[in-house]
């Protein structure tokens, strides 16, 4: 093969492969022209779509900063009401704990002045009517003595066994 017929063959596959570069370009405008129709008729409803979405998110935008501020108020609130609430619980603790101190001190007190009224009792009223009354036991023993002479065997044993 001579060199004119090989640049022949060349240039022929050159032109078919250029033949079919401008198919396939033509195929791939084609395509392009279609997907161009097709977006073109639902970019009017895309654009609504982000028209709607950028105003519900604008709109939301406004209500998150609305329930954050009322949320952060709450919040404040209810921890003021909390450290109130605290501040009357350590006062009403403070003051039970000195009550039961006040309690427990009078408690105490009427308890000494309950046993000291007992021991009064026993020594100034108790303890003397039980001397009187063994004295007086041993007057009446004595006068019944005195009285009826000498008691037989038979009674002293039983006034013994009595007073035991």
């Given amino acids: 093969m001579d060199q004119q017929t090989l640049l022949t063959l060349f240039v022929g596959i050159a032109a078919i492969a250029m033949v079919l570069q ?83 001190m009078v408690l105490d007190d009427a308890m000494t002045r309950t046993q000291q009224t007992v021991a009064t009792v026993n020594n100034g009223i108790v303890k003397p009517v039980r001397e009187i009354q063994g004295v007086a036991a041993g007057l009446r023993t004595a006068i019944l003595f005195l009285t009826k002479g000498r008691p037989n065997p038979t009674q002293a044993t039983s006034d013994e066994e009595m007073f035991i």
């Fill in 22 to 104: 401008l198919a396939t370009l033509f195929g791939i405008y084609r395509s392009t022209q279609s997907m161009n129709d097709k977006v073109q008729r639902l970019l009017p409803r895309v654009e609504n779509l982000i028209e709607t979405s950028r105003r519900t998110v604008e709109d939301s935008r406004v209500q998150i900063l609305d329930i954050t501020s009322k949320t952060s108020d709450i919040l404040d609130t209810a921890r003021k009401q909390l450290e109130k609430v605290e501040e009357v619980i350590d006062d009403a603790t403070a003051r039970a704990r000195v009550h039961m101190d006040r309690a427990e």
